[in-house]
C-alpha cells in the first residue's frame, strides 16, 4: 500500500522533535481533518512533538452505496461488528506500522510515539498497536470500536473517548471495546461526553492533558 500512499501532513515543533503523533482520519476525510487541533492541545514547545496526518486512500464503500472515498478500509454493513474487513485494516495497519518505523529511523524513540486515530482511524490504530512486540507510548482511541480481537494488549496505554449520542459507532461498541483491550491487558482511562459522532471541547482538554502525561 504504502508505494501508492499521498505524503502525510507533517506538523513540527519551532525546535528539535522529541516525540511525534500519527493521527488517523475518519471515513470520507484526510489528513487535513485534525490539523487544527493541534494549537488547541496546548501542548509545551518543550515536549517537542511532532504530528504525523496520513491521508487514507480512495476506494469503494460498500455501506455507501460503493461510492468512492478516502477510507482505511471497507465497511461491508452498517452493523460494525459484522464482516469486518480484515483485511483491508490489516493492510492499513501495516502502513501505520510504516510510519512508525519512519519516525523511530528520524531519532524518535518508540516510548515518545503516540498512535491516534477517529472511528475507523482508531480501528487501524489499536490493530497496529496490538500487533507491535514493543508497544508505543499510547493509543488515542476517538469515537472507535475493536474490529478484531488478536493481538497483546501487555503493557499498552490507551485513552478512549466516545461520545454518549454517537449514531455511527454506537456507545455500546465502544464500551464493548474497552473491556476487550482491558481483557487483553490494556491500561485504559475512558472518557464520555455528551456528543455524537464528533469532537467535544472538553475532549481536546482530555487528550492535551494525557499527552502530556505520556510524553511528558
Known amino acids: 500500500m504504502s508505494q501508492s500512499m499521498e505524503t502525510p501532513i507533517v506538523i513540527?515543533?519551532?525546535?528539535?522533535?522529541?516525540?511525534?503523533?500519527?493521527?488517523?482520519?475518519?471515513?470520507?476525510?484526510?489528513?487535513?481533518?485534525?490539523?487544527?487541533?493541534?494549537?488547541?492541545?496546548?501542548?509545551p514547545e518543550a515536549l517537542g512533538v511532532r504530528f504525523v496526518f496520513p491521508h487514507a486512500p480512495h476506494r469503494p464503500v460498500t455501506v455507501n452505496g460503493g461510492f468512492v472515498m478516502r477510507a482505511w478500509y471497507d465497511i461491508l454493513s452498517s452493523d460494525l461488528q459484522q464482516q469486518p474487513d480484515l483485511d483491508g485494516i490489516a493492510d492499513s495497519a501495516g502502513y501505520l506500522s510504516e510510519l512508525v518505523t519512519q519516525e523511530i529511523a528520524q531519532g524518535v524513540p518508540r516510548e515518545r510515539l503516540v498512535l491516534a486515530g477517529f472511528s475507523q482511524g482508531?480501528?487501524?490504530?489499536?490493530?497496529?498497536?496490538?500487533?507491535?512486540?514493543?508497544?508505543?507510548?499510547?493509543?488515542?482511541?476517538?469515537s472507535t470500536y475493536r474490529a478484531?480481537?488478536?493481538?497483546?494488549?501487555?503493557?499498552?496505554?490507551?485513552?478512549?473517548?466516545?461520545?454518549?449520542?454517537?449514531?455511527?459507532?454506537?456507545?455500546?461498541?465502544?464500551?464493548?471495546?474497552?473491556?476487550?483491550?482491558?481483557?487483553?491487558?490494556?491500561?485504559?482511562?475512558?472518557?464520555?461526553?455528551?456528543?455524537?459522532?464528533?469532537?467535544?471541547?472538553?475532549?481536546?482538554?482530555?487528550?492535551?492533558?494525557?499527552?502530556?502525561?505520556?510524553?511528558?
Do not use: C, N
Open 12 to 43: 513540527g515543533p519551532a525546535g528539535p522533535v522529541r516525540a511525534s503523533v500519527i493521527w488517523l482520519h475518519g471515513l470520507g476525510a484526510d489528513g487535513h481533518d485534525f490539523e487544527p487541533i493541534v494549537p488547541q492541545l496546548r501542548l
Open 122 to 142: 482508531g480501528v487501524v490504530a489499536l490493530h497496529a498497536a496490538l500487533q507491535m512486540e514493543q508497544k508505543p507510548a499510547g493509543v488515542l482511541a476517538l
Open 148 to 216: 478484531q480481537r488478536t493481538g497483546s494488549a501487555s503493557g499498552l496505554r490507551v485513552l478512549q473517548v466516545h461520545g454518549t449520542q454517537d449514531p455511527v459507532v454506537p456507545l455500546a461498541a465502544a464500551l464493548q471495546a474497552r473491556a476487550a483491550l482491558q481483557a487483553m491487558g490494556a491500561e485504559v482511562a475512558w472518557h464520555e461526553y455528551p456528543m455524537p459522532h464528533s469532537v467535544h471541547p472538553d475532549e481536546v482538554a482530555d487528550i492535551g492533558r494525557w499527552l502530556r502525561e505520556r510524553l511528558g
